[in-house]
């Protein structure tokens, strides 16, 4: 990159304390384009076969009702992001929303969580990727098991791997239009083949041809049904999972039309499609497959890692390849997709000077975070090749791990709201709903979410089984990653005291509108 290139763009000197451009290109993405940008990156073909077998196992035909409540935290909290927005479209979110609330070592906490959840899913996104890449070309040539089987040779995985991860980075570099019109094929194409995918096993269930045909009841969307409150908590946190991604939204918001409504409503419009998509594909295969422990049962350990693959043969015949392409399609379009957040989140915090100025710049060819896209791809591209020839344990482990970090952020930007609007929240039944009582209630579901799972995870089986000294290494991985925040946090400032000191982005609590009149 050459030194121009490296060089804030049509930015704003943050000098005030509070909210500055960063010579992003603004007005390029709308309301469409920023819902679609947002079902891309949380994936949902490749993160509902993820974990759609586990939280079977976990709740058994309860599924439905663990997405149901796995949502209203989701939606809570994404009421809150649409008025801190509203107030604030500053593409740091997370970080801005809560160094203007809390305080800049909050904040700075906040950011850090973002960017190593995103960085996490990267890394494994791109995995994700060159195995069912592998597996594709596996089914097209009838060659069971031996193509895909090369997709586990760890140099030929990681240097596809990187193949991938070079892809998504250059797309991601240039303008925003590029992103979109990439995106509105590779999500059009996996939600029509999810859909396709749910009416064909509904089609063989009316017609007697599923394997283990349950009849849908009301007791499916009961989540007091579930046997016990362990495994309630178990699918309420793989649940969270599945919902992770949505608030790429609001990190656009600084190249959004309408920045102070378009983010906020496409963070409501992404997490409502999601949770209907997802409700559609549990409940077909449910009532196709049934929760037993035979071949094609949801309840067989050895369908549980990729249930889409396994029952794309038996509901779709010789078009079950399009489950393996979406798939695919879905794992490399987040993968492009998720770069969105960390580079913006970033860029506002070299912007505001809570990290060295480089993460400042912008391309002035493409206004986009060039330098942040960039060091991003790089961590996660070493972190992946690292980990995958160290242990693919540590790998998932470190993947399992990123549930902590989902709540821990999404937590803080919900309290957020809460304290940020605090003069505010009598001000109208409107504002104690969305500034008061949606975010409360949202991030204590996530707090109480996050010190269940810290908990558990210390368990030496937890995960993949991997302990160093009777410690679960999915606790011992998850307190690393934000140990490793707090010792680059004091290193930021002693280097750049002034965001620390509240120069660059100060506090703010907005005064009473009702007191103003």
């Known amino acids: 990159m ?71 935290p989701m939606l809570l909290v994404a009421f809150g992001y649409r008025e801190l927005n509203k107030s604030m479209p500053d593409s740091g979110t997370s970080f801005t929303w809560a160094a203007r609330a809390f305080g800049p070592w909050i904040g700075w906490m906040a950011g850090w969580g973002l960017i190593a959840a995103t960085i996490l899913v990267l890394s494994n996104l791109a995995g994700i990727a060159v195995e069912f890449l592998f597996l594709l070309i596996d089914q097209l040539a009838g060659s069971p098991g031996t193509i895909a089987e090369l997709a586990f040779n760890p140099f030929i995985n990681v240097g596809v791997c990187l193949l991938f991860m070079l892809g998504a980075t250059l797309v991601s570099y240039r303008d925003m239009q590029t992103t979109q019109k990439l995106q509105y094929f590779l999500v059009s194409f996996q939600v029509l083949v999810l859909v396709i995918f749910s009416v064909a096993a509904f089609v063989h269930v009316s017609s007697g041809t599923a394997f283990d045909a349950s009849p849908v009841e009301l007791s499916w969307f009961n989540p007091f049904e579930v046997g016990s409150l362990t495994a309630v908590v178990a699918g309420l946190s793989l649940s969270i999972f599945i919902f992770w991604g949505w608030d790429v939204t609001l990190t ?66 010789p078009l079950a390849f399009l489950v393996s392409l979406a798939v695919l399609t879905s794992s490399a379009s987040s993968l492009q997709s998720t770069f969105v957040s960390p580079a913006r989140t970033m860029l506002a915090m070299g912007h505001y000077g809570a990290l060295p100025k480089k993460f400042a710049s912008v391309s002035p060819r493409f206004f986009t975070p060039g330098y942040a896209t960039i060091v991003a791809s790089i961590v996660a591209s070493v972190f992946y090749a690292v980990m995958r020839f160290v242990s693919e344990n540590v790998l998932w482990d470190t993947i399992t791990a990123l549930g902590m970090m989902i709540c821990f952020y999404y937590g803080i930007t919900a309290f957020a709201c809460v304290w940020y609007f605090r003069k505010q929240w009598f001000d109208s039944v409107r504002s104690f709903f969305f500034t008061l009582f949606s975010p409360l209630v949202g991030g204590i579901i996530l707090a109480v979410l996050f010190v269940l799972t810290l908990r558990d995870s210390m368990a030496p089986d937890y995960g993949s089984g991997s302990n160093i000294g009777g ?41 009473s509108l009702r007191r103003r009149r």
């Open 2 to 72: 050459s030194s121009t290139e490296q060089s804030v763009t049509q930015a704003d000197e943050p000098t005030s304390g509070g909210l500055s451009k960063k010579g992003l290109s603004a007005g390029a993405v709308g309301l469409v384009g920023a819902v679609v940008i947002g079902i891309s990156c949380i994936a949902p073909a490749y993160t509902l076969t993820a974990a759609l077998g586990p939280t079977v196992s976990e709740v058994g035909f309860q599924v439905p009702a663990i997405i149901l409540v796995g949502f209203i």
């Open 252 to 317: 656009m918001n600084e190249e959004t039309k309408n920045p102070e409504k378009t983010p906020g409503r496409a963070a409501t419009l992404t997490v409502i499609t999601i949770v209907v998509l997802y409700l559609l594909i549990s409940i077909s295969l449910l009532a196709f497959a049934g929760t037993g422990t035979g071949e094609f049962g949801l309840g067989n350990e050895d369908l549980q890692d990729n249930v889409f693959f396994y029952l794309s043969g038996p509901i779709l015949g």
């Open 471 to 511: 410690v679960g290494l999915v606790f011992i991985l998850g307190v690393t990653v934000i140990l490793l925040g707090v010792v680059i946090m004091i290193v930021m400032a002693i280097r750049q005291p002034d965001f620390f000191k509240g120069k660059t982005l100060s506090m703010d609590a907005p005064a």
